[in-house]
């Protein structure tokens, strides 16, 4: 393409009139409805939501599978816990295929647990097919939860003693439950899913199933 610009340029013929392309061969069709068939089946996923005390949650916070666990404690009230939501479950689903599991526990009342399933749908906060298995296998329904002690102080022991208090408060655990990426108040989507990749890899190596 240089030669020919520069020949133009000089007036000159140009050497070479017809080249063949090069690089990989783009199929934006079947790409497109791919992905419209992976939105389509991901919003009609179900949401479960269930009630939990620390001790559940410290048990989930253990994390003695192989996934790498994100903790995200909000509520419907809480104006930056909304508006940062979207990101959590983009993150989510960029991590679909992966052993990568979203947690979230809402501090709503119990019996608003209506509400936050509401929300939930709201926004498909599903769990990724990849994950069914291994949530069957720990006897699991769903990965969102409202936190059922009246004593945040039980919620922070169980979950993160580094926690200060106010929400949202959100955490990425390895297994074995080392913490790898720790924020409280509002997440940068784009700081957070860069330090999940620095941890799991850029590359995804499909398996069978997922085993907890």
């Known amino acids: 393409a240089r030669n020919a610009i520069e020949a133009l340029l000089a007036g000159k013929p140009v050497p070479v009139e017809i080249t063949k392309s ?23 996923g179900e949401v479960e939501v269930g009630l939990i005390d620390s001790k559940g949650i410290a048990a989930l916070r253990k994390n003695e ?10 509520a419907t009230w809480c ?15 960029k991590f679909g295929l992966r052993d990568f599991e979203f947690i979230s526990i809402s501090m709503n009342d119990p019996k608003d647990i209506d509400e936050v399933k509401a929300f939930l749908e709201k926004h498909n906060a599903v769990v990724p097919d990849k994950l069914k298995p291994s949530l069957k296998a720990e006897g699991r329904k769903g990965n969102a939860y409202v936190f059922n002690e009246g004593s945040q102080d039980a919620l922070i022991e169980a979950l993160d003693s580094e926690w200060p208090g106010p929400i949202p408060h959100t955490i990425v655990v390895a297994p074995e439950g080392e913490v790898i990426f720790r924020n409280n108040g509002p997440i940068d989507g784009d700081e957070l899913r860069a330090k999940i990749l620095e941890h799991m890899g850029r590359f995804y190596k499909p398996e069978a199933e997922a085993k907890p």
Not at 27 to 33: H, T
Not at 68 to 73: D, Q
Not at 79 to 93: D, I, M, N, Q
């Open 65 to 74: 599978t192989k996934k790498v666990r994100m903790f995200n404690v909000w």
């Open 79 to 93: 104006g930056p816990c909304v508006k940062e939501f979207p990101e959590l479950v983009a993150t989510s689903r």
């Open 22 to 44: 090069h690089g990989c061969s783009t199929k934006w069709i079947d790409k497109r409805q791919q992905l419209t068939a992976d939105n389509e089946k991901w919003e009609k």
